[in-house]
């Protein structure tokens, strides 16, 4: 446990450029206080100490605003960046080199017993907001968009964007790199490129005013 504790810490550094030091992360993140509850509650939960376990994850959610439940199974260097609103469900199981930004769901889609949260392998990324509903499993590597809302298993090395989830990227090459909020230079995001484009016909309209002025004050002149 404690070998898991001090890779959680160190991992900031490399997640989040605003950390400075060890002092910094361990008195003022919240996203870091919430993994270290939750490595207790865990550990309480293990031992079948299931009300301390509870009690221990209730005061986490008081303190950071991040509930994960004490049955959750969660890996080595695991980041919650700013965190206020994640919820991790009882039976998600999460890898190692994971990250997720603040309003994520790890949810249930069942009131049965059994496996009904999702699974996250290696190094994946789950932006702000996105949901990740059902005892799904996100592939290693992959990243879903903010405010996402999957419902189905997302391949390893996929990017996944919108409401439901779909994918923009089946042949994501291999990378090693990290990118914030799951979003890369070059994604193929609809969204992005609706904007783009209406920053086009803005732009065509701001050339056609302009030609129309200067026709205008051409004829005022003449």
Partial sequence: MFEKIKSDLS???D????ARSYLEIITTYPGVHAILFHRLAHFFWR???YWIARVTSYLSRIITGIEIHPGAIIGRRFFIDHGMGVVI??????????????????GGTSWKQGKRHPTLEDKVVIGAGAK???PVTIGSNAKIGSNAVVVKDIPKNATAVGIPARLVDEHVQ????FSPYAVSKDEDDPMVHSVQELFKKINAQEGKIARLEKALTTQKKT
Avoid: Q, W
């Fill in 11 to 13: 991992i900031v550094f």
């Fill in 132 to 134: 990740i509903l059902g």
């Fill in 89 to 106: 469900g009882e039976t998600a199981i999460i890898g190692d080199d994971c990250t997720i930004y603040h309003g994520v769901t790890l």
């Fill in 174 to 177: 291999k990378t090693n790199s």
């Fill in 15 to 18: 997640r989040d450029p605003a």
């Fill in 47 to 49: 031992i079948k100490l």
